[in-house]
């Protein structure tokens, strides 16, 4: 059980583009979803948490109007990197906490989605 | 303020030697602490995790020993195997507030 998965799981783009990664809980309904950024061989930098149906929070430094987010569900929260460039380049992880039940206070993690913006 | 601090930041053991892995935390208000494995290009998985009311919780070869007065608490694997080499994070938390270590990556050599 808890099984979050992420699509695609590795993209490319050209500088400009826009990018929409998915995250979706597949066995569990989800309070609360976190989006990370990961730079090689670093630890997790949380980048926003978002409740369904309400604006995200975002961490301080990180654009609200780059990094857009969308929780449109209990199991469905996405981050659209807007005119992405070359430094948007990362490991993108996105986790999810369920809503009730024993695994209540963890979040579980997707297996990421790699961005290179040439 | 780093919130959660984690020693050491590599770690090389010999086959079916013990690792340990350790993290200091600041806020006692804290309530979960995970510990996460993680593997080069995978998310971070949930290995085990303990709250505060007990002093070690085991699973298996993972073991999780917390000291609540000294803020401390450890992750011991026992008969370290070289699957084990990845990179370990742990986390303290309170409700959904979440702080990571800075990860520690384990190398276990046959």
């Known amino acids: 059980g808890a099984v979050v998965s992420q699509h695609p799981s590795w993209v490319i783009c050209k500088s400009g583009t826009s990018v929409k990664i998915e995250c979706r809980s597949l066995?569990?309904?989800?309070?609360?979803m976190f989006w990370y950024r990961q730079f090689p061989k670093q630890s997790l930098m949380l980048m926003a948490t978002?409740?369904?149906?309400?604006?995200?929070?975002?961490e301080q430094g990180v654009e609200k109007d780059k990094f857009l987010i969308n929780h449109a569900s209990l199991t469905l929260s996405t981050l659209t990197v807007t005119s992405a460039h070359p430094e948007d380049s990362s490991f993108y992880i996105c986790?999810?906490?369920?809503?009730?039940?024993?695994?209540?206070?963890?979040?579980?993690f997707g297996p990421g989605t790699r961005l290179t913006v040439l | 303020q780093q919130q959660v601090k984690q020693s050491p930041q590599s770690l090389i053991v010999q086959k079916g030697g013990i690792s340990i892995i350790n993290c200091a935390y600041e806020?006692?208000?804290?309530?979960?602490f995970p510990w996460y494995q993680q593997f080069p290009g995978k998310g971070p998985a949930l290995l085990i995790a303990?709250?505060?009311?007990?002093s070690e919780k085991k699973e298996g070869r993972f073991t999780i020993s917390f000291n609540k007065s000294a803020k401390q608490f450890s992750l011991h694997i026992m008969d370290s195997q070289p699957g084990d080499s990845a990179t370990y994070f742990c986390?303290?938390?309170?409700?959904?507030?979440?702080?990571f270590g800075t990860g520690t990556s384990l190398t276990v050599i046959p």
């Open positions: 986790s999810a906490e369920p809503r009730t039940g024993e695994g209540a206070d963890t979040q579980y």
């Open positions: 066995d569990f309904q989800a309070t609360t």
């Open positions: 978002s409740n369904e149906g309400s604006k995200a929070t975002y």
């Open positions: 806020n006692t208000a804290f309530d979960y």
């Open positions: 303990i709250r505060p009311d007990v």
């Open positions: 986390a303290a938390s309170r409700g959904n507030q979440f702080y």
